[in-house]
């Protein structure tokens, strides 16, 4: 007769789930434990992100001993300045951002513009594009997705706008580097591009101008899993977001304030002023030209624009050059016609840029 002693299956379920039970505080104590040190993180942030213009013109002008006013101590200091500041602000926009895509999925997002109506589905869509934070380029397969999964060619449009033009990573680098009116004005007319433009193209019924390929694809939305992750999962996607972006693109934000920086402090005011400002009627078409060619994320192009604007550059032409470089960039055109016919693709060109210069010119004859 065998003795050996087995446990019985309720004292082995109880035991399970006192595991589970320990198990699961233990993760709420750990949420906690993060929550609080990423406010503390947070405090200290702001303390060293208050104290970066006097380290820099300390650095500067005491400890490297250049002259203040002259060309080169100006552009010194101006790089020593927005390098911490930029990158500190990337960090954490990139975090929050990375916390906050958990949410949006692209497979959610599917799911919230599918069955929505004309323009209601254009708003939906814009402000979706703002809160999902993809460039340009990554935004094209998500645009592929949502026409599969069935969602109208002009809300469609209205996201592949607003996801790369109203970028938070610009949003906020604008606010800390500009103010919060020109972050206003960036996002306003950035979603109000992207709302008109969506739905003048839906209106336009050009749903035969996609390539075959992308229609033969649909796909049902419900088929799509969604994934539920807990709040130390989502703080942990924050920091792989971090490591993530902030490693690809730290070199396009040195090159993009090494940019602005020789233009803070060598380009004269009133050369800059003669090309982009107010009195140049030809400024607004020239700066969008300018920036299609000129792809770069927003991190690397707000330095510029800010030493643009400091030169005495129009607001409204700086405004159409940013929108440019993010929204027009020339990747995205190559990719979008492997999806888009040339019809179509010419049709979302040409509106876009339209909005863009109407912003350009506004902006300069309001302000």
Known sequence: MDSKWEPCACTTGTRDGAENIIAKHKDKQRAYSRTLFGLVGVAIWYQLYGQLESFSKYITYD??????????????????????????????????????????????????????????????????????????????????????????????????????????????????????????????????????????????????RIEEWVLESRTRVDDIPREDLSWNMRLDQGWIAVKDIVGKVWIYVLAGIAVGAGIHGYVPEGFMASIMGNEAWWSVPVAVFMGIPMYSNAAGIVPIVQALLSKGAALGTVLAFMMSVIALSLPEMVILRKVLKPKLLATFVSIVGLGILIVGFLFNVII
């Open 63 to 208: 400890l490297f001993g250049m002259s203040r006013g002259s060309h080169l101590g100006d552009a010194v200091q101006f790089f020593i300045y927005d390098v911490p500041k930029v990158m500190m602000l990337l960090a954490l926009v990139v975090f929050c951002v990375g916390f906050i895509r958990t949410y949006f999925t692209p497979a959610r997002t599917r799911k919230i513009l599918a069955g929505k109506r004309e323009f209601v589905g254009n708003i939906f869509a814009s402000i979706l594009g703002i809160v999902t934070p993809f460039c340009s380029c990554s935004a094209v397969p998500l645009f592929i997705g949502f026409v599969s999964a069935g969602v109208p060619l002009g809300v469609t449009l209205s996201f592949l706008i607003a996801a790369p033009m109203v970028n938070e990573i610009a949003l906020i680098l604008l606010y800390g580097l500009l103010g919060w009116k020109i972050a206003a004005l960036y996002l306003g007319m950035g979603l109000l591009i992207a709302v008109v433009s969506g739905w003048i193209i839906g209106k336009l019924g050009m749903e035969n």
